[in-house]
């Protein structure tokens, strides 16, 4: 969701946030700003070999550093959510999804555990299901066998998404709605098997 802004028309371009969420830290709003990037770049490929989780770090940096001018303006706090391709989140975003976690274990009347089980499934099944469909599109482009291989794992990920059991650890809130405003219909909570 992108709010005017006035920067000049080069920095409108970009959006500060996926997902604006109110009341995160002393009453701001928070901008989240997802991102999924690679390890395995020439650039990064070193660092990465060295320390886990080195390039959603970079990742996270280089978000603060385009949007928190943006953020501030608005009087919002930049969250970047960086994620490596294979699922090691940056340390900001391991944090916020704490913080998340916390909130999302309270609302539910759930242990911290569930909750956490519950939200770390679902991005992780979200990052894998995502890491296949780009496999796909490329085997797909060149012609590879490996595509009939794929088609049926993702024909087998979306069962095992209905029958998954943390989509029962954490039941639906149908109570405050408030946060429909601000959060588009495809990226609803409830639609991700809990609530805020």
Known sequence: MEVGSSLGHDA?????ADVLVPNWVLGKPAA??????????PITLHEASVTSGSTAQVAENRKHASNDA????????????AVEAYGCWGPEAQTNLS?????????????????T???YGRLN??????????????????????ASYLKQWMRNTMVLEKNTSYRKT????????????????DSRPEEMGFAL
Request: glycine share 2%; aromatic share 4%; hydrophobic share 40%.
């Open 12 to 16: 409108r371009r970009t959006r500060p």
């Open 32 to 41: 989240f700003d997802i991102t999924v990037t690679s390890p395995l770049t």
């Open 70 to 81: 943006k953020c501030s303006e608005l009087g919002w706090v930049c969250v970047p959510l």
């Open 99 to 115: 913080r998340l976690v916390a909130r999302l274990a309270i609302r539910s009347n759930c242990c911290k555990s569930q909750a």
């Open 117 to 119: 089980l519950a939200l």
């Open 125 to 146: 099944l979200v990052l894998v299901r995502a890491n296949a469909r780009a496999l796909l599109s490329r085997s797909m482009a060149t012609g590879s066998n490996a």
């Open 170 to 185: 954490i039941p639906v809130l149908e109570k405050n709605t408030s946060y429909r405003k601000t959060i588009p219909p």
